[in-house]
């Protein structure tokens, strides 16, 4: 059973800085790439960051572009995006996602872990 | 930037009627284009890929189509569970969702 489990969310001052970690299981993680995808409150969702699956190509929206970075450690078959210089904007639940295999869409989601910058 | 448009916003129905959600993109997406169906307080759940092609798991009574800019996801017959915000997603160039369709009971 594929899972995908979210951790490294909280509170954060606007400027500081947050890595989020995602623990997949169920499948070789090695051979998938993996997205993030963030929810504002009670808003619609958007695409942050997706990563092949050796980890040598990285796709990033526009608007954290600079400040965001998604890695991953195959031998952990574990997700991250480090987040820095974070505004009250990303205040959002962000969740993992694996891609399906031809990149058509992602197949399977975290539960999310919740986000919030706020002085 | 590729930029999707859902419609309509809202879409009030009743179970076992047909819907059918439209989402249109500003420039041609070719069939690069899936659907999601979300439920309050759930991670999205991939229903199609690739515009027309049926998740694992997704029941026969969803169905995409359409090419280019204009995308559609039909529901044959509504069942209770069906009631959900519904998003797509383009995968031409970089990615992106639409703002999403409510389907509420009538």
């Known amino acids: 059973e594929v899972q995908l489990v979210e951790s490294g969310g909280g509170l954060v001052q606007p400027g500081g800085s947050l890595r989020l970690s995602c623990a997949a299981s169920?499948?070789?993680?090695?051979?998938?790439?993996m997205s993030w995808v963030r929810q504002a409150p009670g808003k619609g969702l958007e695409w942050v960051s997706t990563i092949s699956g050796s980890g040598v190509s990285a796709y990033y929206a526009d608007s954290v572009k600079g400040r965001f970075t998604i890695s991953r450690d195959n031998s952990k078959n574990t997700l991250y995006l480090q987040m820095n210089s974070l505004r009250a904007e990303d205040t959002a639940v962000y969740y993992c996602?694996?891609?399906?295999?031809?990149?058509?869409?992602?197949?399977?989601w975290g539960q999310g872990t919740l986000v919030t910058v706020s002085s | 930037e590729i930029v999707l448009t859902q419609s309509p916003a809202t879409l009030s129905l009743s179970p076992g009627e047909r819907a059918t959600l439209s989402c249109r993109a500003s420039?041609?997406?070719?069939?690069?284009l899936a659907w999601y169906q979300q439920k309050p307080g759930q991670a999205p759940r991939l229903l199609i890929y690739?515009?027309?092609n049926r998740a694992t798991g997704i029941p026969a009574r969803f169905s995409g189509s359409g090419s280019g800019t204009d995308f559609t996801l039909t529901i044959s017959s509504l069942e209770p569970e069906d009631f959900a915000v519904y998003y797509c997603?383009?995968?031409?160039?970089?990615?992106?969702f639409g703002q999403g369709t409510k389907l509420e009971i009538k």
């Open positions: 690739d515009a027309s």
């Open positions: 996602a694996k891609e399906s295999e031809n990149w058509g869409g992602s197949d399977y």
């Open positions: 997603q383009q995968r031409r160039n970089s990615y992106s």
């Open positions: 169920g499948f070789t993680f090695s051979s998938y790439a």
């Open positions: 420039q041609s997406v070719s069939s690069y």
